[in-house]
T-cell receptor, first 115, second 111 residues
Framework: GAVVSQHPSRVICKSGTSVKIECRSLDFQATTMFWYRQFPKQSLMLMATSNEGSKATYEQGVEKDKFLINHASLTLSTLTVTSAHPEDSSFYIC???????????FGPGTRLLVL | GQNIDQPTEMTATEGAIVQINCTYQTSGFNGLFWYQQHAGEAPTFLSYNVLDGLEEKGRFSSFLSRSKGYSYLLLKELQMKDSASYLCAVSGDNYGQNFVFGPGTRLSVLP
């Protein structure tokens, strides 16, 4: 199957700082990347969908100015959590899809803890 | 609207067979996916159904009935390592990209 990596796998930061998470498709070109957030014992919640070279589409209730998404190439998307607060602490997972109607392949996730 | 339903928890014995059901109501349909997620890890892809019927892949099989808005994941010869959450996801839009995930079913396999 396709391989998607995320970096960092775990990050601890102070409240008010910004954190950048990278998502890379290693062996295929990802026309679309997705960012999810998952709180303990809950299912994945889609935050935004990004297509290479265009602005991300955010789900209702997700602040686009707080969660900045950049999808500058077919293999890299970044999520920046700006001015992080403790309530932003969560498991952030990206996924990538090579073409419409294809399955999404998930990265290993990034665990964010904001103190 | 979009609605996907799964049982919250299930328990089964090692070596047995278990069926995890998923019902969905979505505004569009371009395929149903099953993912396995171990605690603290990201989901991994198990199966994809877009036409009615059964898809078999080793110990795992997935069934779809589009007219009933129903799918199930069948796990045979259960192993302890199969203890995980199983997520049903439906691709509901015309482009087949945006997934809606069900709440997940936590399966515990007992010795």
């Amino acid at each position: 199957g396709a391989v998607v990596s995320q970096h960092p796998s775990r990050v601890i930061c102070k409240s008010g700082t910004s954190v950048k998470i990278e998502c890379r498709s290693l062996d295929f070109q990802a026309t679309t990347m997705f960012w999810y957030r998952q709180f303990p014992k809950q299912s994945l919640m889609l935050m935004a969908t990004s297509n290479e070279g265009s602005k991300a589409t955010y789900e209702q209730g997700v602040e686009k100015d707080k969660f900045l998404i950049n999808h500058a190439s077919l293999t890299l998307s970044t999520l920046t959590v700006t001015s992080a607060h403790p309530e932003d602490s969560s498991f952030y997972i990206c996924s990538a899809s090579g073409a419409p109607k294809e399955t999404q392949y998930f990265g290993p996730g990034t665990r964010l803890l904001v103190l | 609207g979009q609605n996907i339903d799964q049982p919250t928890e299930m328990t089964a014995t090692e070596g047995a067979i278990v069926q995890i059901n998923c019902t969905y109501q979505t505004s569009g349909f371009n395929g149903l996916f099953w993912y396995q997620q171990h605690a603290g890890e990201a989901p991994t892809f198990l199966s994809y159904n877009v036409l009615d019927g059964l898809e078999e892949k080793g110990r795992f099989s997935s069934f779809l009935s589009r007219s009933k808005g129903y799918s199930y994941l069948l796990l045979k010869e259960l192993q302890m390592k199969d203890s995980a959450s199983y997520l049903c996801a439906v691709s509901g839009d015309n482009y087949g990209q945006n997934f809606v995930f069900g709440p997940g079913t936590r399966l515990s396999v007992l010795p």
